[in-house]
């Protein structure tokens, strides 16, 4: 059944023009979509930029972007990089870039897990005997002159006067040797 609107789509899938085609609006979503993500791909760095399968009159267009600099001329030169996304493989880019915002935060997140697990060590003896239940086949001598080095260190730096640079060696050895077991 066909309405009166002359963009609608019957039951066949065909508009009333007899077209297989979307409509305007989904059109436009699929358009601003686009403008969206070239948006996105300006705000990156070249580095970034080179490794996403990016022709190269795409990347010309996204570096000519990120150096202007008038209100006008950057609004102007965006759109062109939305008009050239069109033909830009824009699901391989999306998901790129997801995995770059995605893997960024698990890192992030299993750094703070060492973090808090090198504060738990240089604290209390028990989170030693917790790491080794979960690593047993960890060099513990190595692991213990570590974590006995970095008290020291932290001990030392308590006493210094302010203004007077703390030692951090340790601790970041610590923090490598935790690094190096979740591997």
């Known amino acids: 059944m066909h309405s009166e ?3 609608s789509v019957g039951d066949d899938g065909l508009d009333d ?14 358009l601003h979509a686009l403008l969206d993500l070239g948006k996105e791909l300006i705000e990156l760095s070249p580095d970034r ?20 600099t008038s209100r006008e001329g950057r609004r102007r030169q965006t759109h062109y990089v939305g008009k050239l996304m069109r033909d830009a493989p824009a699901d391989v880019i999306r998901a790129q870039l997801d995995t770059w915002r995605n893997g ?22 028990d989170a030693l ?25 932290a001990q030392h730096n ?20 935790l690094k190096s077991l979740a591997a």
């Open 17 to 30: 023009n007899g077209y297989d085609r979307p409509s305007k609006s989904q059109v436009k979503r699929e």
């Open 49 to 68: 930029l080179k490794q996403l399968p990016l022709a190269e009159r795409l990347y010309e267009a996204i570096r000519e972007a990120q150096r202007t």
């Open 158 to 177: 308590a006493m210094l006067n302010p203004g007077q640079e703390p030692q951090r060696k340790q601790y970041r050895a610590l923090f490598q040797a």
């Open 104 to 125: 960024s935060r698990e890192e992030t997140a299993a750094m703070h897990r060492l973090e808090t697990l090198r504060e738990r060590l240089l604290a209390d003896d």
């Open 129 to 153: 005997t917790e790491l080794l239940q979960d690593y047993p086949d960890t060099d513990i001598q190595h692991l213990r002159a570590v974590i006995r080095a970095a008290r020291k260190e």
């Open 5 to 7: 609107h002359p963009d």
